[in-house]
């Protein structure tokens, strides 16, 4: 009987093993730091992603440290990197127009492909930025891209990573639901301290370098203005200039927010126009003096609601 026993023993160890094996087909792979290795499109996904996953992420950014994520074209590194990744985070809603083809390229079928914005209620891009130009761009969506920008959409895009990290790896869950529950905390504390603060100024309305805050200024009832479009592109016409003089004016705006990716001369122009000033904004396109992704959000709010006031 002794003997049976040990048997039994044996095969119910046997078969454990087996069904853990069956049930972790997407638990991650081993390297040599024994984090789980996430790949980011652009810094608005690395800085999301470090916040929920902090220590427990190793991750390799595709768009380089001052390039221009809206017309990005990765090169063979980057499709090894994502291939040895055990997540792949995009933002979507059409900011990643070179995603598609990287992944019917690479080989991975562990690859845990994580759209951030999926979830996100998308605005159309002509309702956000200044109009589209005729024939301007093809490889472009009909939608904003800029969801991570907003405070209720970046939530959506954090909870999403969260739970892309617990499948792939299931042991460290409570780790990554309570990052994200402290950084929607956050978000939550910026949005009800500025709803309420904006709601009492006469003033809504901003202009910035190209037309990334549709999301934000949905969140705080904010209207903004900007010299390149929703896509970075455009150079403004001497027309849409003049246009944008008269909105500053009209609209008593005296700050003009400058990017890091968008050339400031025209925002100068415009702020000695209207004998106003410029003043920098954190649009998380490329590394911004490496803030944190709460940090960034908490600066831009202030320093419109201040531009504002
Ligand atoms: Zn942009």
Not at 19 to 37: A, E, L, R
Not at 46 to 59: F, P, T, W, Y
Not at 226 to 239: C, M, N, Y
Request: glycine share 6%; aromatic share 8%.
């Amino acid at each position: 009987m002794k003997k049976r026993t040990l048997i039994s023993i044996l095969v119910i160890m046997v078969m454990t093993t087996f069904i853990g094996c069956s049930n972790n087909k997407v638990v991650k792979t081993s390297n040599d730091s024994g984090k789980v290795k996430v790949v980011t499109s652009f810094y608005g996904m690395k800085s999301l992603v470090d916040e929920i996953g902090k220590d427990k992420v190793e991750i390799y950014n595709v768009v380089p440290e001052g390039a221009e994520p809206h017309d990005f074209e990765p090169k063979a590194k980057d499709m090894v990197n994502i291939e040895q990744g055990d997540i792949f985070v995009i933002n979507g809603a059409g900011m990643e127009s070179w995603s598609d083809k990287v992944l019917k390229s690479i080989k991975n079928s562990n690859l845990q492909l994580v759209d951030a914005s999926k979830g996100v209620e998308l605005l159309k891009a002509e309702e956000h930025g200044e109009e589209k130009e005729e024939g301007n761009d093809e490889e472009h969506g009909e939608y904003d891209p800029h969801t991570w920008l907003g405070i209720e959409s970046s939530k959506i895009q954090g909870k999403n990573i969260m739970e892309a990290l617990v499948k792939v790896d299931p042991d460290n869950k409570s780790y990554y639901e309570e990052n994200y529950k402290a950084f929607e905390a956050s978000m939550n504390d910026i949005l009800n301290t500025y709803k309420q603060k904006f709601e009492k100024l006469s003033n809504k309305s901003f202009v910035t370098g190209h037309a990334t805050f549709g999301y934000l200024c949905k969140d705080l009832g904010l209207e903004q203005n900007s010299i390149e479009d929703v896509f970075a592109e455009g150079e403004p016409s001497p027309k849409k200039l003049e246009e944008l003089v008269s909105y500053v004016k009209k609209n008593n705006v005296k700050v003009i927010f400058t990017e890091t990716l968008v050339s400031p001369e025209i925002s100068e122009t415009l702020a000695r126009e209207v004998k106003g000033k410029t003043e920098k904004i954190y649009t998380l396109h490329s590394n911004e003096e490496s803030k944190t992704f709460v940090e960034a959000m908490k600066y831009n709010v202030e320093t419109i609601y201040n531009s504002l006031k």
